[in-house]
């Protein structure tokens, strides 16, 4: 089934207690993107990545680290977490735009649900 | 400034009747769109798209109208159906923005039996 995973689906922690959330896509898309979903805000964008090794901010990424050494994976990193960084969480991916004018539907994972105490 | 914008959080409908939710967006530049949908403890997942070369798109009880004077787009829903309860995000992308998607705060639709 294609699907994108994320890892923990819920999770509480500390200020300052460095946290890794997991994504995973097994469709071979070379796009993979972190979102965080706060009320009246919608879906903002941290980071991104158009491939292997290729990495971009997003709209709000004060805070926050990814890597991309796989393409199937693209991890979120709080290196300090603060409350402010509590949020609901989604990863998601896509095949890159192949031409002008072409844009391709975005897959996501289930969402992390994050509080920091 | 938010970029996308969906005005009403909230909307209310009788099952059997039209669901319109209403989407504008301030950059010009923007030539794509697509509606999103989220259940509750679920990811978003893709609706129905359309791209600035047209003004409508339909996709069985699901139609998107795109007014791009008025930079204005939106989703109506025919008929409603109480499995359509969700909230409904619109995004927009445009060529300076690459795969990237610029999403609305959502309008949480609930559509009464």
């Known amino acids: 089934e294609a699907q994108v995973t994320q890892n923990p689906r819920y999770l509480i922690t500390v200020t300052g207690k460095k946290l890794t959330v997991t994504c995973s896509q097994n469709?071979?898309?070379?796009?993979m993107s972190w979102y965080r979903q706060d009320p009246g805000l919608g879906l903002r964008q941290i980071y991104y990545?158009?491939?292997?090794?290729?990495?971009d901010k997003g709209d709000v990424p004060e805070g926050y680290k990814v890597s991309r050494k796989e393409k199937r994976n693209f991890p979120l990193i709080l290196e300090s977490p603060s409350p402010n960084q509590t949020s609901l969480y989604f990863c998601?991916?896509?095949?890159?735009?192949?031409?002008?004018?072409?844009?391709?539907?975005?897959?996501f994972g289930p969402g992390t649900r994050l509080t920091v105490l | 400034d938010q970029q996308v914008k969906q005005n009403s959080p909230s909307l209310s409908v009788q099952e059997g009747r039209i669901s319109i939710l209403n989407c504008d967006y301030t950059?010009?530049?923007?030539?794509?769109f697509l509606w999103y949908k989220k259940y509750p403890a679920e990811g978003p997942t893709f609706l129905i798209s359309?791209?600035?070369?047209?003004d409508k798109n339909e996709d069985g009880r699901f139609t998107v109208f795109l007014n791009k004077s008025a930079k204005h787009l939106s989703l109506h829903i025919v008929p409603s159906q109480p499995g359509d309860s969700a909230v409904y995000f619109c995004?927009?992308?445009?060529?300076?923005?690459?795969?990237?998607?610029?999403f609305g705060p959502g309008t949480r639709l609930s559509v009464l039996p």
């Open positions: 995004a927009a992308s445009g060529e300076l923005y690459g795969q990237n998607f610029v």
């Open positions: 990545s158009m491939n292997v090794e290729v990495t």
């Open positions: 359309i791209s600035s070369i047209k």
């Open positions: 998601a991916s896509s095949l890159w735009k192949r031409t002008s004018g072409d844009h391709n539907e975005q897959f």
């Open positions: 469709m071979n898309h070379e796009y």
């Open positions: 950059n010009s530049m923007f030539d794509y």
